[in-house]
């Protein structure tokens, strides 16, 4: 029987933090279905997504 792989909890938490902001950014349909066929015009869709999910954060 195979022994599990080691857990490390700062490796999984880093691997969440990056899970949960694709699963943010497919909301915006246009990045979810890769509407934009150009590599630039889509980069520049995910900054813009990205941004609007930045500004949309409360401050601390």
């Given at each position: 029987?195979?022994?599990?792989p080691?857990?490390?909890?700062?490796?999984?938490?880093?691997?969440?933090?990056?899970?949960?902001?694709?699963?943010?950014?497919?909301?915006?349909?246009?990045?979810?279905?890769?509407?934009?066929?150009?590599?630039?015009?889509?980069?520049?869709?995910?900054?813009?997504?990205?941004?609007?999910?930045?500004?949309?954060?409360?401050?601390?």
């Amino acid at each position: 029987m195979a022994r599990p792989p080691a857990f490390d909890k700062e490796v999984y938490r880093d691997r969440n933090v990056v899970e949960r902001c694709f699963a943010r950014l497919k909301q915006f349909r246009a990045i979810a279905t890769r509407f934009d066929k150009l590599a630039d015009r889509y980069r520049a869709g995910v900054v813009l997504a990205s941004l609007i999910l930045w500004l949309r954060e409360p401050a601390t």
